[in-house]
């Protein structure tokens, strides 16, 4: 403006038409620069967060830090990201700008624009938030926030599945653009690395602790070795077995080192291990003290099968080793686990009162059987029927105490009490009754005799204990339960029967049992009559047919036996055997009635029959 001295010429034209060209070129230069600088900066802030997804273990911090430097790298007003809850299908804000713990948004993952985008799995990118439909101003009254513009990216993981949704809001200066949807896309896949990572991490530490804690609380030594046999890991329990008192005494050491002088063996056995090796009931010395321990080798294998070192497993098994030795003498090595595993196999040992139910067994007709079999054929043969009648026996948690002979004693309810155990009783003789049919239906093929046995039950106080002399000591239960068990048993062949059980037992069982009361008596060497009552759960319609029909009217029988209505009873025992006539017992009733209609009893009479036999 103003040329001083004269007009501005066409000269003057030219020269400014250069200098402006050569100012342009220089302000384009700088403009190129500044951009090359911004993009320089952008890529080392992206960097930076690449890195970030590298390093940091903590998912939290990274995507706090993933989000600020989106929402400063797109220049946006605010940015959050949604991570889908798969067990309520909901979105709900991870992180996000402006949020705080108290103001976390949720939505079902199919609502509102990020709804959208979680569907679709494609990127939405809004320039006018209020003018779209799929947008929920109930958001912004949430948060008091105003949306403006939006751009929203879908998150997928490694399988390519939607996981999450990225959002930034309001682009300072209008809409965002392609180059700011690149950028989220960018950012929004380290988002997705920086789950993985994480959760990688999460599943590896739980991973982590859950082994530890397993090892922590195992009663078995665990100790690791690398290839080159130094021990990486030992548990508490060994620590304990070997008497260490601090964990940098093992972690180190070769096995050479650690395993010496009679413990060689061990280190001996770690070298070169390739597949699993147990050594069972072996010995270690430890500061003078002889363990007998079971010890199992296994080598660690890689992705590749390739040998990464060895684990050694040592269980110490002196002590339980002792008491099972002792125990097993006197039950099936089952229930000694089972004491052994209670802890209280000593008071056992020591003896106390419980109420248990007893079962005897004895064969029928057993001296006939070996005078046939002779001595071979004999023990054969009791050999083969106690191996059915123990299993029936252990099979409903009871203890075989004894054989007496072709007999057996069993127990319910100690050294191992069921809230059942009358009812294990009753099941196990039903079960011995239908075995032996098994049995018997096997031998009669072979073209043997048969056996017959009977068993009486009864529930009662027993005093059991470890009882002997210092030269023979045995577990057993003694007491009047045990012998009125043993009366009922041998009252079996009286009545025809094959499962007798007290009213002591009757009283005692939890199920129903179709049973019919034989007796009333007084057994000898009693002075208190007892209830002695038949199970017939073991018959079919071969062996008793129209049982059902059979028992009402036995019932009815013994109902006017009770009373003294000899004649009515009579008839109706008759009636009974004209269903079944190998009815031994309805015979017996008949036969009684006769004898107490020729000798009428002195007196009230109460049904009770005095035996006068064992």
């Given at each position: 403006?103003?040329?001083?001295?004269?007009?501005?010429?066409?000269?003057?034209?030219?020269?400014?038409?250069?200098m402006t060209e050569q100012a342009a070129i220089a302000i384009q230069g700088n403009i190129i620069v500044?951009?090359?600088?911004?993009?320089?900066?952008?890529?080392?802030?992206?960097?930076?967060?690449?890195?970030?997804?590298?390093?940091?273990?903590?998912?939290?911090?990274?995507?706090?830090?993933?989000?600020?430097?989106?929402?400063?790298?797109?220049?946006?007003?605010?940015?959050?990201?949604?991570?889908?809850?798969?067990?309520?299908?909901?979105?709900?804000?991870?992180?996000?700008?402006?949020?705080?713990?108290?103001?976390?948004?949720?939505?079902?993952?199919?609502?509102?624009?990020?709804?959208?985008?979680?569907?679709?799995?494609?990127?939405?990118?809004?320039?006018?938030?209020?003018?779209?439909?799929?947008?929920?101003?109930?958001?912004?009254?949430?948060?008091?926030?105003?949306?403006?513009?939006?751009?929203?990216?879908?998150?997928?993981?490694?399988?390519?599945?939607?996981?999450?949704?990225?959002?930034?809001?309001?682009?300072?200066?209008?809409?965002?653009?392609?180059?700011?949807?690149?950028?989220?896309?960018?950012?929004?896949?380290?988002?997705?690395?920086?789950?993985?990572?994480?959760?990688?991490?999460?599943?590896?530490?739980?991973?982590?602790?859950?082994?530890?804690?397993?090892?922590?609380?195992?009663?078995?030594?665990?100790?690791?070795?690398?290839?080159?046999?130094?021990?990486?890991?030992?548990?508490?329990?060994?620590?304990?077995?070997?008497?260490?008192?601090?964990?940098?005494?093992?972690?180190?050491?070769?096995?050479?080192?650690?395993?010496?002088?009679?413990?060689?063996?061990?280190?001996?056995?770690?070298?070169?291990?390739?597949?699993?090796?147990?050594?069972?009931?072996?010995?270690?010395?430890?500061?003078?003290?002889?363990?007998?321990?079971?010890?199992?080798?296994?080598?660690?294998?890689?992705?590749?099968?390739?040998?990464?070192?060895?684990?050694?497993?040592?269980?110490?098994?002196?002590?339980?080793?002792?008491?099972?030795?002792?125990?097993?003498?006197?039950?099936?090595?089952?229930?000694?686990?089972?004491?052994?595993?209670?802890?209280?196999?000593?008071?056992?040992?020591?003896?106390?009162?419980?109420?248990?139910?007893?079962?005897?067994?004895?064969?029928?007709?057993?001296?006939?059987?070996?005078?046939?079999?002779?001595?071979?054929?004999?023990?054969?043969?009791?050999?083969?029927?106690?191996?059915?009648?123990?299993?029936?026996?252990?099979?409903?948690?009871?203890?075989?105490?004894?054989?007496?002979?072709?007999?057996?004693?069993?127990?319910?309810?100690?050294?191992?009490?069921?809230?059942?155990?009358?009812?294990?009783?009753?099941?196990?003789?039903?079960?011995?009754?239908?075995?032996?049919?098994?049995?018997?239906?096997?031998?009669?093929?072979?073209?043997?005799?048969?056996?017959?046995?009977?068993?009486?039950?009864?529930?009662?106080?027993?005093?059991?204990?470890?009882?002997?002399?210092?030269?023979?000591?045995?577990?057993?239960?003694?007491?009047?339960?045990?012998?009125?068990?043993?009366?009922?048993?041998?009252?079996?062949?009286?009545?025809?029967?094959?499962?007798?059980?007290?009213?002591f037992t009757l009283k005692a069982v939890k199920a129903t049992y179709r049973t019919r009361q034989v007796?009333?008596?007084?057994?000898?060497?009693?002075?208190?009559?007892?209830?002695?009552?038949?199970?017939?759960?073991?018959?079919?319609?071969?062996?008793?047919?129209?049982?059902?029909?059979?028992?009402?009217?036995?019932?009815?029988?013994?109902?006017?036996?009770?009373?003294?209505?000899?004649?009515?009873?009579?008839?109706?025992?008759?009636?009974?055997?004209?269903?079944?006539?190998?009815?031994?017992?309805?015979?017996?009733?008949?036969?009684?009635?006769?004898?107490?209609?020729?000798?009428?009893?002195?007196?009230?009479?109460?049904?009770?029959?005095?035996?006068?036999?064992?």
């Amino acid at each position: 403006l103003n040329k001083i001295a004269g007009q501005f010429s066409q000269y003057d034209l030219d020269l400014l038409e250069a200098m402006t060209e050569q100012a342009a070129i220089a302000i384009q230069g700088n403009i190129i620069v500044e951009q090359i600088e911004a993009a320089r900066k952008q890529e080392l802030e992206f960097l930076d967060v690449v890195s970030q997804v590298s390093s940091e273990l903590e998912l939290t911090p990274l995507l706090q830090k993933i989000i600020s430097t989106i929402s400063k790298m797109l220049d946006c007003e605010r940015a959050t990201l949604f991570i889908n809850d798969e067990k309520t299908n909901e979105l709900y804000t991870e992180v996000g700008e402006g949020l705080d713990e108290k103001s976390v948004i949720r939505f079902p993952n199919h609502m509102g624009i990020a709804g959208t985008v979680f569907s679709s799995a494609k990127p939405v990118n809004i320039p006018h938030a209020y003018a779209d439909l799929r947008f929920n101003p109930g958001f912004d009254k949430q948060t008091g926030f105003f949306t403006r513009s939006m751009l929203c990216m879908p998150v997928l993981n490694k399988e390519g599945k939607t996981i999450g949704v990225s959002q930034v809001l309001n682009k300072r200066g209008g809409s965002f653009n392609s180059e700011d949807e690149k950028r989220l896309a960018a950012f929004t896949s380290q988002i997705s690395m920086g789950i993985e990572n994480a959760k990688l991490f999460a599943d590896v530490q739980t991973q982590q602790n859950y082994s530890e804690s397993i090892l922590s609380s195992m009663h078995d030594a665990v100790i690791t070795l690398d290839d080159e046999g130094v021990i990486k890991t030992c548990n508490i329990s060994g620590m304990r077995i070997f008497k260490v008192p601090i964990i940098s005494e093992v972690i180190g050491k070769t096995a050479d080192d650690f395993f010496t002088d009679s413990n060689r063996w061990l280190a001996d056995n770690l070298k070169d291990v390739t597949e699993k090796d147990e050594l069972l009931d072996a010995e270690l010395q430890v500061e003078g003290e002889t363990l007998s321990v079971n010890v199992s080798i296994m080598p660690l294998l890689g992705e590749k099968k390739e040998v990464l070192g060895a684990m050694v497993m040592i269980e110490d098994i002196s002590s339980e080793k002792r008491m099972k030795s002792t125990m097993s003498r006197y039950m099936d090595p089952e229930l000694a686990d089972q004491l052994m595993d209670a802890g209280d196999s000593d008071d056992f040992l020591g003896g106390k009162q419980s109420v248990g139910s007893v079962l005897f067994s004895d064969v029928r007709s057993f001296t006939t059987i070996t005078e046939e079999l002779g001595a071979q054929g004999t023990v054969k043969l009791l050999n083969e029927y106690f191996t059915i009648m123990v299993d029936c026996i252990t099979d409903e948690g009871g203890m075989l105490d004894k054989f007496i002979g072709d007999a057996m004693m069993c127990i319910f309810g100690t050294p191992v009490p069921h809230d059942d155990d009358p009812d294990r009783a009753v099941r196990a003789a039903i079960r011995m009754m239908t075995d032996l049919k098994v049995y018997n239906d096997q031998r009669a093929a072979e073209g043997k005799l048969p056996i017959d046995h009977g068993m009486g039950i009864n529930t009662d106080s027993i005093v059991s204990g470890n009882i002997g002399s210092p030269k023979r000591m045995d577990y057993t239960v003694i007491g009047d339960g045990v012998n009125l068990a043993a009366r009922i048993e041998s009252a079996c062949k009286q009545y025809g029967a094959h499962i007798l059980i007290s009213e002591f037992t009757l009283k005692a069982v939890k199920a129903t049992y179709r049973t019919r009361q034989v007796d009333y008596v007084i057994v000898k060497g009693k002075t208190e009559p007892v209830g002695v009552y038949e199970v017939l759960d073991y018959h079919d319609d071969e062996s008793y047919p129209n049982l059902v029909d059979a028992l009402g009217i036995f019932n009815d029988g013994h109902r006017c036996w009770n009373e003294g209505k000899w004649d009515q009873s009579t008839k109706l025992f008759k009636d009974v055997l004209k269903i079944n006539p190998e009815d031994k017992a309805a015979q017996l009733y008949i036969d009684r009635c006769v004898h107490m209609k020729k000798n009428p009893p002195k007196g009230d009479w109460d049904g009770v029959w005095v035996m006068t036999t064992k």
